[in-house]
């Protein structure tokens, strides 16, 4: 079982700079914002790290068509994902951009380090490149995919390089040990998730390991874009290599310039707890990477979870097809009124409120491509899912709750009654609630944020077997109040305990409900990324410290979630 006190380091790729930001990219990133929003909450020490991957050929390719140096190409859309980001309401801890200097020294020195312990030598190389994915591929997938990029159909390039390799065949025994470790759950091992991609990545390393070019000629003309190969300047750092080299760079104090004096001291962070991905790009995140950490000395990432992929309206999303899900579409989704708060609003006399980004955050959260399965983002579907899960779901049940207790306590938290043997959802959370640490240890979120919605249908259940509301036809009756007074204090603190961990998924507004309830465990209630006052086990506490007060307003306000139909005016048209 991993230590669950540990310092908890969770990364994204690093995302090529060459274009905007898309779902696939938002999605990663919110998986991982998600999870280290709950490693925050069950009181872990986080640090999150996502950035951009710009020193590749294609970044000078396109800055050169657009008329921009492949620097002012990379800063245009370095700050597109930065953005995108914030819309998505990501809370990371550091951006690294690669062309930043303190990546560029930190990075090279590793690289320094491999050459100067004969990990990376000169040698010969002839191989098939695929200019577009910026990879050299195998003579056996060259010749499968008939010379042709598998990615995009271009022709490959035979090319014969004088290069860099990087020792990767020493490490194989070493590798399978560290994998198998990581599979036993042991200390110092590496663990690839989910399973079926752990199988390929196995099944791809029996046919053993080769040495890998990692480094690329600087030819006449060549922009001076990438690190140049420490000693030669006649070679560049072959860009996979060097991006990878920025998860360590980021948190690292033995390379200059050293985190303690430019960022703070983050070596606690290392190892990596996850390195989060899609499986495009799991080969160099569980062989590659891990192999020139070991040749470095230092210990491997614990976990590398590669997911499958978006597609959109059940098609590979791709550029010919034009069917790319960017981010303006995702930001529509933020800004949809839906027709009947526009009604609500009118009748009430207020602003109409957009649905923001919860909606979207949830739908990739929990519909998203987690295990080794695509998954589809289908306006219909998110309509459907909006409106079962939020609307009718934690939005309905909230409301209703809020509305009973103004209704029949003047918005004032009822007593539990200390008599009342009804403990149906106190027990509910005694046995779910010891699930989340143990799902998230497995990084099996959708677990963590469905058991949220469970014990809100939970509640949903307790309302229509305890009837609260004819109960109050009856309120003046005997001991009638006080039992009423006990069921909805009930269902407010289960929907209180469900809501933290709905929050990873639904940040802005389970703070927005937090607030109402005057209940917020942020230290700034109007700020979710402000970081949480206690951890789970405190907050969700049943009558513990953190729950509702017998006596403590409670506004109703307006509601969370709106429902939604699929036929009215939308962004996904
Ligand atoms: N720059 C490299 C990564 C270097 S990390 C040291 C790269 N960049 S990328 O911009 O192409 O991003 C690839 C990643 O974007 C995928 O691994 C995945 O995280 C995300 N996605 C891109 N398209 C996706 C989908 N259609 N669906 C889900 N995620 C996808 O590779």
Same mark, same amino acid.
């Given at each position: 079982m991993p230590d669950e006190k540990k310092p908890y380091y969770i990364t994204t790729p690093i995302y090529y700079v060459n274009d905007r930001p898309h779902i696939g990219h938002c999605y990663t990133t919110t998986v991982a914002d998600v999870a280290a929003r709950f490693a925050r909450l069950l009181g872990r020490d986080v640090f999150f790290l996502t950035g951009t991957d710009e020193h590749a050929e294609k970044v000078v390719t396109t800055a050169r068509e657009r008329g921009h140096s492949p620097q002012e190409w990379a800063d245009i859309n370095a700050a597109e994902f930065v953005k995108a980001f914030d819309l998505m309401s990501i809370d990371y801890d550091d951006f690294m951009r690669t062309s930043q200097e303190r990546h560029k020294a930190r990075a090279s020195a590793y690289i320094k380090q491999l050459m100067d312990s004969g990990d990376i030598y000169l040698g010969d190389y002839k191989g098939w490149y695929d200019p577009s994915q910026e990879e050299y591929l195998t003579e056996t997938v060259a010749k499968e995919h008939d010379f042709k990029s598998p990615v995009t159909g271009k022709p490959l390039e035979e090319r014969v390089e004088k290069n860099y390799f990087f020792r990767l065949s020493k490490y194989e025994a070493r590798l399978h040990e560290a994998l198998a470790k990581g599979d036993a759950g042991e200390e110092g091992g590496c663990r690839i998730l989910p399973d079926a991609r752990r199988n390929e990545v196995l099944g791809r390393l029996k046919q053993g390991l080769h040495d890998v070019p990692v480094s690329r000629a600087v030819k006449e003309g &060549? %922009? &001076?874009w990438g690190i140049l190969m420490p000693g030669d300047p006649t070679h560049r750092v072959y860009v996979w290599i060097e991006a990878l080299c920025n998860y360590l760079s980021a948190v690292d104090? /033995? $390379? %200059?310039?050293?985190t303690v004096d430019a960022e703070g001291d983050r070596s606690r962070y290392w190892p990596p707890a996850v390195h989060v991905m899609a499986k495009d790009i799991l080969w160099f995140h569980a062989v590659v990477w891990p192999a020139m950490l070991m040749a470095m000395g230092r210990e491997l990432p614990a976990v590398v979870y590669a997911h499958a992929y978006f597609v959109a309206e059940g098609r590979k999303m791709s550029k010919s097809l034009g069917n790319f899900i960017e981010i303006d579409r995702l930001e529509a989704y933020s800004e949809w009124v839906v027709e009947s708060e526009r009604k609500q609003a009118e009748k009430e006399g207020r602003e109409a409120r957009p649905m923001g980004i919860d909606p979207v955050r949830w739908y990739l959260a929990t519909q998203g491509p987690l295990g080794a399965n695509d998954a589809d983002f289908a306006h219909a579907k998110f309509v459907e899912v909006y409106n079962a &899960?939020? $609307? @009718?779901?934690i939005g309905n049940c909230a409301s209703r709750v809020g509305n009973m207790i103004e209704k029949y306590f003047g918005g004032v938290v009822p007593e539990a009654s %200390? /008599? @009342?043997? &009804? /403990?149906q959802l106190e027990g509910w959370w005694q046995a779910a609630g010891g699930r989340v640490q143990g799902a998230f240890a497995q990084f099996n979120l959708e677990l963590c944020t469905h058991l949220g919605l469970l014990f809100v249908n939970e509640v949903d259940g307790y309302i229509n077997d305890t009837r609260p509301f004819s109960m109050a036809k009856q309120i003046d009756e005997d001991g009638v109040r006080e039992r009423l007074g006990h069921v909805l204090y009930n269902c407010a603190e289960a929907v209180r305990i469900a809501s933290l961990l709905l929050f990873p998924a639904l940040p802005n507004k389970m703070a927005e409900l937090w607030r109402a309830w005057d209940c917020s465990p942020l230290h700034d209630p109007a700020d979710p990324n402000s970081g949480f006052k206690a951890s789970l086990d405190e907050l969700a506490a049943w009558g513990g410290a953190w729950s509702l007060k017998p006596g403590q307003k409670i506004t109703k306000g307006p509601a969370l979630f709106m429902r939604a139909s699929v036929d009215e005016a939308h962004p996904g048209a």
């Open positions: &060549d %922009a &001076d104090n /033995t $390379a %200059a310039p050293s &899960d939020l $609307a @009718n779901g %200390a /008599t @009342n043997q &009804d /403990t």
